[in-house]
């Protein structure tokens, strides 16, 4: 199924290396998830033994560099990753995905001592990381969160609420977005990140129940008087918060924009599949013009939201501006999602409906990716501004 696949063009620069890898975490995932996600999704279970397998595959470090003991991938090369492991199951490469944006948000804006602290653990997924910006009453608005941190000798003191913070649960710990000056003007120069390690009064006051993305940890929580020694500020100085988010959000929109591509063609596979074997009216319904339509609609959405992400990501990799790029990848990957898992419902008829197929998982699991990591109507306002400010006349 060569159009379907998403191994670079043979003049690409990734490395055999990094490309045997990409083999071996498919190879791994056939074997060992696909067989439980099932089980793990109805059941909404944490699914603690192929996060073991993944922590022993490396792949809590697959970002990381290699001087703190990570594998230390190009952003395109875990894009693959993440595009393989969600064309399973998109679940458990969001483990990996948020804590690999707080990793990175530690590797590219912390004190050294963050670094040395920090990065070795979160390879190995010792230390396992999530990132806590969300608030009840602030998601897109992120400079209306409300949670404060106050300086007190050698701690800032923490009070607030976060919601729908994902591997807060069973992970260790959080980028936390707090206000250090809830006064300044503009808001965004109060706004500062905490690497904020579990203790008393980091309080995860529940796991929420969810349509999709299930047996995952997505939980509220609550900050009553937490302490974080000073030397957590992210970066050492306060009101950086804002712009260190937002300086993440091109490698988080690269990981979304990978995972909707990844439900995209898992949908793709399982429908073409379908197709060929489900027979109406004498013959397969593939040779249905109908079918045949949506078929071509899905390829080409899987096909064209892969060359925008890999077109983002190897500008991230070369160091180079991406944010128009890593929107669009996000917004086609996470749309492509999207209309494939829909697309395979109504290729699939009744059966779709059944837990006995994985199109139903796929169906629950894709409306995220537009929601996450920027939703889609921010992020074409994005795309727009962008655009013209680019190409201003
Ligand atoms: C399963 C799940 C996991 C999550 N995991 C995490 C996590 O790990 N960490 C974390 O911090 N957050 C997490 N989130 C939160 C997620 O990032 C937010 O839900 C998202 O940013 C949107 O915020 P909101 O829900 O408050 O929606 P709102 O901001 O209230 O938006 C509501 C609607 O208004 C639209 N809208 C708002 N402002 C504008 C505007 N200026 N222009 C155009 N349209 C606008 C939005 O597009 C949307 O359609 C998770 C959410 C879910 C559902």
Same mark, same amino acid.
């Given at each position: 199924?060569?159009?379907?696949?998403?191994? %670079?063009?043979?003049?690409?620069?990734?490395?055999?290396?990094?490309?045997?890898?990409?083999?071996?975490?498919?190879?791994?995932?056939?074997?060992?998830?696909?067989?439980?996600?099932?089980?793990?999704?109805?059941?909404?279970?944490?699914?603690?033994?192929?996060?073991?397998?993944?922590?022993?595959?490396?792949?809590?470090?697959?970002?990381?560099?290699?001087?703190? &003991?990570?594998?230390?991938?190009?952003?395109?090369?875990?894009?693959?990753?993440?595009?393989?492991?969600?064309?399973?199951?998109?679940?458990?490469?969001?483990?990996?995905?948020?804590?690999?944006?707080?990793?990175?948000?530690?590797?590219?804006?912390?004190?050294?001592?963050?670094?040395?602290?920090?990065?070795?653990?979160?390879?190995?997924?010792?230390?396992?990381?999530?990132? &806590?910006?969300?608030?009840?009453?602030?998601?897109?608005?992120?400079?209306?969160?409300?949670?404060?941190?106050?300086?007190?000798?050698?701690?800032?003191?923490?009070?607030? #609420?976060?919601?729908?913070?994902?591997?807060?649960?069973?992970?260790?710990?959080?980028?936390?977005?707090?206000?250090?000056?809830?006064?300044? *003007? %503009?808001?965004?120069?109060?706004?500062?990140?905490?690497?904020?390690?579990?203790?008393?009064?980091?309080?995860?006051?529940?796991?929420?129940?969810?349509?999709?993305?299930?047996?995952?940890?997505?939980?509220?929580? #609550?900050?009553?008087?937490?302490?974080?020694?000073?030397? #957590?500020?992210?970066?050492?100085?306060?009101? =950086?918060?804002?712009?260190?988010?937002? &300086?993440?959000?091109?490698?988080?929109?690269?990981?979304?924009?990978?995972?909707?591509?990844?439900?995209?063609?898992?949908?793709?596979?399982?429908?073409?599949?379908?197709? *060929?074997?489900?027979?109406?009216?004498?013959?397969?319904?593939?040779?249905? *013009?109908?079918? *045949?339509? =949506?078929?071509?609609?899905?390829?080409?959405?899987? !096909?064209?939201?892969?060359?925008?992400?890999?077109?983002?990501?190897?500008?991230?990799?070369?160091?180079?501006?991406?944010?128009?790029?890593?929107?669009?990848? =996000?917004?086609?990957?996470?749309?492509?999602?999207?209309?494939?898992?829909?697309?395979?419902?109504?290729?699939?008829?009744?059966?779709?409906?059944?837990?006995?197929?994985?199109? !139903?998982?796929?169906?629950?699991?894709?409306?995220?990716?537009?929601?996450?990591?920027?939703?889609?109507?921010?992020?074409?306002?994005?795309?727009?501004?962008?655009?013209?400010?680019?190409?201003?006349?």
């Amino acid at each position: 199924m060569d159009a379907v696949t998403t191994r %670079p063009a043979p003049d690409t620069p990734d490395s055999s290396d990094q490309q045997a890898f990409v083999d071996a975490v498919e190879a791994w995932a056939e074997k060992e998830l696909r067989p439980v996600a099932r089980k793990y999704d109805l059941a909404d279970e944490y699914p603690h033994d192929i996060v073991e397998q993944m922590k022993e595959l490396g792949l809590f470090g697959a970002t990381i560099g290699e001087e703190y &003991g990570g594998l230390g991938l190009s952003s395109w090369t875990y894009a693959q990753i993440v595009i393989k492991l969600s064309s399973i199951w998109m679940a458990p490469s969001g483990i990996v995905n948020s804590h690999l944006i707080m990793a990175s948000a530690i590797e590219r804006a912390g004190t050294e001592e963050q670094k040395a602290k920090y990065l070795p653990r979160m390879a190995t997924g010792e230390f396992r990381g999530s990132i &806590g910006l969300t608030e009840p009453n602030a998601g897109s608005d992120l400079q209306a969160i409300r949670t404060v941190a106050k300086l007190d000798g050698d701690d800032y003191v923490v009070n607030g #609420n976060k919601t729908w913070i994902t591997n807060s649960m069973h992970g260790h710990g959080t980028l936390l977005l707090v206000k250090t000056d809830p006064a300044a *003007q %503009p808001r965004h120069k109060g706004m500062s990140l905490l690497i904020a390690e579990k203790a008393r009064g980091f309080n995860v006051v529940g796991k929420l129940k969810k349509m999709g993305y299930r047996s995952i940890d997505t939980c509220e929580l #609550n900050f009553e008087d937490y302490r974080v020694p000073k030397a #957590n500020l992210l970066g050492g100085v306060e009101g =950086k918060g804002f712009i260190q988010t937002a &300086g993440g959000l091109e490698l988080g929109r690269i990981n979304v924009a990978s995972r909707g591509a990844g439900i995209a063609e898992g949908a793709l596979k399982h429908s073409l599949r379908y197709a *060929q074997e489900r027979s109406a009216f004498g013959k397969p319904i593939w040779q249905h *013009q109908a079918i *045949q339509m =949506k078929l071509a609609d899905m390829v080409t959405q899987v !096909e064209g939201a892969k060359r925008l992400i890999e077109q983002a990501a190897r500008k991230f990799d070369a160091g180079e501006r991406c944010d128009l790029e890593a929107a669009m990848a =996000k917004l086609a990957g996470s749309e492509a999602g999207a209309f494939c898992a829909q697309e395979a419902m109504r290729i699939f008829g009744g059966y779709s409906y059944s837990v006995e197929y994985e199109i !139903e998982r796929f169906y629950r699991d894709a409306m995220l990716m537009c929601i996450g990591e920027g939703t889609n109507e921010i992020l074409r306002t994005v795309i727009a501004k962008q655009l013209v400010e680019r190409y201003r006349v």
